[in-house]
């Protein structure tokens, strides 16, 4: 019964931004770090950001670096994606993960994923 819903996405206009949220029920929230991913149309799942347990330390991808913020919130279970200075290239469908370990590796398991939310940037 584990579930990870996404939710906050839409249609917005270059330079414009978004807030995205992950609620997390059915596990531990605080035990796991959190991510997200997104799939870009025609294009392969890719990572944008990750943060730990408590918060102290983030990764973000080159593509996102200094426009994506991620947070995480233990007290309410929820993970968010700010997004500012949106670009169509970010139009994509976004997806929140977790997992207990703690990993900067490319290829790292992620034990949950959500059903995904779609982020279209009009240019």
């Known amino acids: 019964q584990v579930q990870l819903v996404e939710s906050g996405g839409g249609l917005v206009q270059a330079g414009g931004s978004l807030r995205l949220s992950c609620a997390v029920s059915g596990l531990t929230f605080s035990r796991h770090n959190m991510g997200w991913f997104r799939q870009r149309p025609g294009k392969e799942r890719e990572f944008v950001t990750s943060?730990?347990?408590?918060?102290?330390?983030?990764e973000v991808a080159d593509s996102v670096k200094g426009r994506f913020t991620i947070s995480r919130d233990n007290a309410k279970n929820t993970v968010y994606l700010q997004m500012s200075n949106l670009k169509p290239e970010d139009t994509a469908v976004y997806y929140c993960a977790a997992r207990r370990q703690w990993c900067t590796a490319v290829e790292c398991p992620w034990d949950y994923w959500g059903q995904g939310t779609q982020v279209t940037v009009s240019s």
């Open positions: 943060v730990s347990r408590s918060g102290d330390n983030t």
